[in-house]
């Protein structure tokens, strides 16, 4: 005889209860808040210095604020004589036997040199001491023209400087407009000059280390 199949419902086995959700342990002794913060961890960027570097030709073209407290014949005489020394390092840089200059490096040099000449013609002027622009000898080019009008300018500030002196010795009592105007000349003159001496030192650093490193 054929026994039926077991129709019967399927016998449900006695599972286990239900689980709570686990949760983190959390180290004894922090309370939650901290907890969290540590697992966010720090946000914050480092700190990049940044680098300080030489002032850039553009950098000293562009020049530090004149001021106009304290003017005297001794600030402007100060302005003179540094003029004339960084004038002199001009002069000593164009006989450098590693400077080559490019063509537009040559107009650059040539309009600063200008530039500051016509500067310091304009103090004098101020001071009531007439400098009419200098003729350039004839066939003269490159750096022999750069050298005359460097001892053009050396003769230009040896007059402001004789004639502030000559002012401040007999008491004569300037327009302090005047006197600011002739600090303002005298410092672009100053810019100028400076401008030119960092352009012919980087163009001489150049040549130098390419040299270094051929041989």
């Known amino acids: ?18 689980q709570e959700p686990l949760q983190q342990a959390i180290p004894s002794g922090k309370p939650q808040a901290n907890f969290d913060s540590y697992m966010e ?20 073209a562009r020049g530090p604020a004149i001021s106009s407290s304290g003017i005297s014949f001794d600030s402007v005489l100060a ?14 840089q164009l006989k ?40 350039m000898p004839p066939g003269l080019s490159g750096v022999a023209r ?4 460097i001892n053009e300018g050396q003769d230009q500030l040896v007059q402001v400087q004789a004639q502030l002196k000559k002012m401040a010795a007999s008491g004569a009592n300037v327009n302090p407009g005047d006197m600011m105007s002739v600090q303002v000349k005298m410092g672009l003159a100053a810019q100028e000059i400076e401008y ?19 041989l």
Request: aromatic content about 2%; proline content about 9%.
């Open 1 to 18: 005889m054929t026994v039926p199949p077991d129709q019967s419902p399927d016998r449900i086995s006695a599972g286990k209860p239900p």
């Open 41 to 60: 961890g720090s946000k914050t960027q480092p700190n990049v210095p940044q680098g300080i570097g030489a002032p850039t030709p553009m950098e000293v």
């Open 79 to 92: 302005q003179g004589r540094q003029a004339q020394d960084t004038l002199g390092t001009v002069e000593e």
């Open 96 to 135: 450098d036997k590693n400077l080559k200059l490019k063509r537009s490096q040559s107009h650059l040099v040539r309009q600063k040199l200008g530039d500051a000449n016509s500067y310091i013609r304009a103090a004098g002027s101020k001071l009531g001491v007439q400098m009419p622009q200098g003729k």
């Open 146 to 149: 750069f050298i005359a009008m």
């Open 196 to 214: 030119t001496s960092q352009l012919l030192g980087k163009v001489i650093q150049s040549v130098t280390q390419l040299l270094n490193t051929q």
